[in-house]
């Protein structure tokens, strides 16, 4: 007779349960090729209204800079959870485009991230020098507007392709009572301090998968 370990079995379907839930649920379908060779697309948009979000222990008002939209590829992924910062936006992505998105760029280009910075290095004989890198590179701090483009974006590795659309935003408010604040770049030539995209992300692309 046969006898069955019950705490085995239930084990094994939670895992597939909690794998189940934390896989993104596409909305829709595209088939043309997502193409990495252009740059973003950045339009001000002055006239967009604001809005709230609430965390724990506080409240951030995000102000619109510009619609933006990126196709790119991911070169970095980096969670983060911490504070204010780690709840508003949980994972950054390094992005690649132009020719620092070609696969042969990897034998020459390196990237890392940490603290919210991103880094490159790059080796000589590149097809390209270190300022084409910086400004067809970027990291972008992911606020993700749904809980299923959170998933998307969690569920991307390096080197796919991917295609963002939202808003670039700065954000004021309190966190645990004190006054708290974090500015968007809005400019892909810059570097260092405030120079990442602070993106509010409504729509994802992966593969010819969308995520809403």
Known sequence: MRTFQWPVIIFALWILLAAGCSSPDP?????EEI?????PVQIPCDKEEGFTLKLKDGQLDLNPAAAYKISAVVVGKEPYSSGWSGQLSPIDLAL???????????????????????????????PFDRTYIARHSSNNHIIPATENVLKAVRSVGKRQKIVLEGLLV?????????????????????????SCELFYVTKV????????
Not at 27 to 31: A, G, I, L, Q, R
Not at 172 to 178: D, T, V
């Open 205 to 212: 692309r992966i593969d010819n998968y969308v995520y809403q």
């Open 96 to 126: 690649a485009w132009g020719k620092a998105a070609d696969p042969e760029s990897k034998k020459y280009v390196s990237f890392s991230q940490g603290n919210r910075w991103y880094f490159f290095t790059y080796e000589a004989g590149a």
């Open 27 to 31: 909305t829709s379908v595209e088939y």
């Open 170 to 194: 700065n954000i004021q408010g309190s966190y645990e009572g004190q006054r708290v604040w974090w500015s968007t770049s809005l400019t892909r030539d810059d570097s260092g301090d405030h």
């Open 35 to 39: 193409d990495t060779s252009q740059d």
